[in-house]
């Protein structure tokens, strides 16, 4: 499967974004998926991940109760919406695939084998 994210862009604090993921040469329905995110000198963090029935979801701590992730299986996407962006979460942010169980390490990126190119979200203060 590949996978193309979108919806990066510049943003104040307190504002939103929506960003999505659409897969192609494969169908999403038959994958877990998630969002990382890596900002400027930093490793790669675990973000939000939704399972193929779309449940259950999990969230980082440092998102929980602002981002929410979602999928649409027909249209082959996953999106995740932002609200209330703070200046610390600013990164690159990448979509990706995974088959493993959901009592994997799916907080991991190493659990995932397929990955978008990432989408830039910047938040200024």
């Known amino acids: 499967v590949q996978l193309q994210a979108s919806g990066g862009g510049l943003v104040q604090a307190g504002g939103s974004l929506r960003l999505s993921c659409v897969a192609s040469?494969?169908?999403?329905?038959?994958?877990?998926m998630a969002w990382f995110r890596q900002a400027a000198g930093k490793e790669r963090e675990f973000v939000a991940f939704?399972?193929?029935?779309?449940?259950?979801?999990y969230y980082a701590d440092s998102v929980k109760g602002r981002f929410t992730i979602s999928r649409e299986n027909a249209r082959n996407t996953v999106s995740l919406q932002m609200n209330n962006l703070k200046p610390a979460d600013t990164a690159v942010y990448y979509c990706?695939?995974?088959?493993?169980?959901?009592?994997?390490?799916?907080?991991?990126?190493?659990?995932?084998?397929?990955w978008g190119h990432g989408t830039l979200v910047t938040v200024s203060s």
């Open positions: 990706a695939a995974t088959t493993m169980i959901l009592s994997g390490p799916l907080r991991e990126e190493g659990s995932y084998s397929y």
């Open positions: 040469r494969g169908r999403l329905s038959n994958y877990g």
């Open positions: 939704i399972s193929r029935s779309s449940v259950p979801a």
